[in-house]
């Protein structure tokens, strides 16, 4: 299996400190990409990093991978109580593998941050 | 450019009974993906679809699921003879193209009594 895995399953934090996941996956991947769902509700896109890129960053996310160690972390700085939410990373295969169309998810990691 | 569009948000069905999902892409975007989210767990993906065919079927199970992606119109997830198992969200999500980001639609709860 290629599935992500993701670490920690929870993570509980208080306002303004910073909150990281990270996400492990097994096989070679065209891109990675990390989700938001709120409660309830849909998933959201956050960030997209591919396979020849070591770092991104999008306001107060900053991304990572590291595709010797098959890896990404997923940082959100100065969190604020909206980031609670559930975050998922998702990965995509490479170019004409059987997996290239759909994405892989991880189970995510529940984040809350307390005001 | 509105999002990716689901109906209905919420669907109640009795066991036996056949629940049908539709789903409009992104404007422009030829590529749709189904995927179905359990309680507490991560979303699995079942089928991918481009314009009137299946490219990719591997997560959909073999009975009583149909997907299909007209020339006209949304796309469709048909389930039969539901059955409690089946309850879950079902998401769809559209891209451009296949390498490209994948936005997804607010789902549809199913409930199967």
């Known amino acids: 299996s290629q599935q992500g895995e993701e670490d920690p399953q929870a993570l509980s934090i208080q306002e303004g400190e910073n909150a990281t996941m990270n996400c492990s996956y097994k096989?070679?991947?065209?891109?990675l990409q990390w989700y938001r769902q709120n409660s309830g509700r849909g998933l959201v896109h956050l960030i997209l990093i591919r396979s020849n890129e070591r770092e991104k960053h999008s306001g107060r996310l900053r991304v990572t991978l590291d595709t010797s160690k098959k890896s990404s972390s997923l940082l959100i700085t100065a969190s604020r109580a909206a980031d609670t939410a559930s975050y998922f990373c998702a990965i995509r295969g490479l170019a004409g593998g059987t997996s290239y169309g759909k994405l892989t998810f991880g189970q995510g990691t529940i984040l809350t941050v307390h005001p | 450019n509105a999002g990716v569009m689901q109906n209905p948000r919420h669907l109640v069905r009795r066991r036996g009974q056949e629940a049908r999902l539709r789903c409009s892409p992104m404007?422009?975007?030829?590529?749709v993906y189904w995927y179905r989210q359990l309680p507490e767990e991560g979303l699995k993906f079942m089928v991918y679809l481009q314009k009137e065919n299946i490219i990719d079927e591997s997560g959909m199970p073999k009975e009583r699921f149909s997907a299909e992606f007209p020339k006209e119109g949304p796309s469709i997830l048909r389930i039969q003879q539901v059955v409690r198992g089946d309850s879950a969200a079902y998401f769809c999500a559209s891209s451009g193209q296949a390498e490209e980001t994948q936005y997804f639609g607010p789902g549809t709860r199913l409930l199967v009594l």
């Open positions: 096989t070679s991947i065209n891109n």
């Open positions: 404007k422009g975007h030829s590529h």
